[in-house]
C-alpha cells in the first residue's frame, strides 16, 4: 500500500511539472529574433559583423562602450545593428530594454540598406532617459534648429516610446520605468493603424501615410529624407547612440 501510495505521488509530481512545462512553451506565432546565446541573424547596419561593443551577457543583447577594445577605435562603419536574416512587413513587435542614466537609443522598423543610416529612412520608437537626458547633454542648439520651444529640455517628439520626431504620446498613459530598470515595448504594424506599447499600455496610434502623416513628414526633421517611412516592409534595428544599452525577449509574429 505504501509503494502504492508513493508511486502515485510520483505520478502526480510528474504531471504538475509536465503541466506547467508545458503551459510556458513559446507561442509558435512568435519568432524570437536573438535566442540569448548567439548573434546569429544580427549585423551592423550596412555591414557584414555585430560592431565592436556588442556581447552577449547574462542572455541579454548587451552594448557597453567598455567592451570597445583600443584596436576597434578605428573602426568606420555602422555601430545601430539590424537583425538582417529576413524583412518584415505588418508585425507585432515585443522588446524589453533598458538604459543608463542619460541613455539614448531606438527602435526601428521597415529599415532598409544603402543610406547614410536608419534614421534617415526607417520610423522610429524612441528610447530615452526623459528625467535626466536634457541635464546631461547639450540639446538647446539642435533644438533651437527644430523650432523647439523651451530647447533646453525634451520635446515630446524626443521622448520615449514617440513616433520620433512624428508623433508625441499621451503622456498620460505613460508610465516610464527609471534609468536601470527593464522596460517592456510594443509595436503595432499595419497599414491601417500603428500603435506605440510602453509598459502594457498603449500611450500612442496613428495611421501611416495618411495626408496627416505626409503633412508631418513634409513639413519637420524629415522634409528633406524624401524616403523616410516610405518603404512598407524591412529589417528591425537598433540604435547605438553612444550609451549602454541592454534588450532581451526580443520577438516578433506577422500580422
Sequence with gaps: MKNTIQKLMTLLTFAILFSSCSSKKKDPEWHYLFDGSSFEGWRAYNGEEMPPGWKIIDSTLTFKTEQILEQDYNYKGSRDII???????NFELYVEWKIPVGGNSGIFYHV???????????PEYQLIDDQNYASIHDIVSYNISMGFENPSQLHPLQKTAA????????????????PGNWNASKIIFSP????????????LSFVPWSEDWY????????ENAPDYGTFKTGYIGFQDHGSDLWFRNIKIKRR
Excluded: I, R
Aim: charged share 30%; no cysteine.
Design 83 to 89: 537583425y538582417g536574416a529576413e524583412m518584415f512587413d
Design 112 to 122: 532598409q540598406e544603402g543610406y547614410a543610416g536608419m534614421p534617415e529612412v526607417a
Design 163 to 178: 513616433d520620433y520626431a512624428m508623433h508625441p504620446v499621451t503622456e498620460s498613459k505613460k508610465e516610464l520605468n527609471p
Design 192 to 203: 491601417e493603424q500603428v500603435e506605440h506599447w510602453l509598459n502594457g499600455k498603449k500611450v
Design 215 to 222: 503633412l508631418k513628414k513634409n513639413s519637420g526633421k524629415w
